[in-house]
């Protein structure tokens, strides 16, 4: 069982840039797909950002993200990252990631953590 937990969001001006780490704790970080998810209003649905193999060898990005965001992992540290360039105001929000067997079946997995703040200023 993995343990999750997002953490490297703040305030940042618009054009700016994040990095957000996902460190988990447990057995078996490398064996997982990671998923980065975000809420960007209280009451909305979380939506997907993007998603990481086990292996790192395949990514995916939503299309609000794609060539701004990039994900990458480092399964000899348990984490995995997204880094969040050309940030603008509509990427404010709390942001999450989680686990699953393959990107596929991120639905499978309804456990969320506390997830991390992003607020981009204009």
């Known amino acids: 069982q993995l343990t999750l937990v997002e953490s490297g969001g703040g305030l940042v001006q618009s054009g700016g840039s994040l990095r957000l780490t996902c460190k988990a704790s447990?057995?078996?970080?490398?064996?997982?797909?990671i998923g980065w998810f975000r809420r960007q209003a209280p009451g909305k649905e979380r939506e997907a950002v993007s998603?990481?193999?086990?292996?790192?060898?395949?990514?995916k990005y939503s299309d609000s993200v794609k060539g701004r965001f990039m994900i990458s992992r480092d399964n000899t540290d348990n984490a995995a990252y997204l880094q969040m360039n050309s940030l603008n105001v509509e990427d404010t929000g709390t942001y999450y990631c989680k686990e699953a067997p393959t990107c596929e079946t991120m639905h499978l997995n309804q456990l969320w953590g506390q997830g991390t703040r992003v607020t981009v200023s204009s």
């Open positions: 447990g057995d078996g970080f490398s064996h997982y797909a």
């Open positions: 998603c990481i193999t086990h292996t790192g060898e395949r990514t």
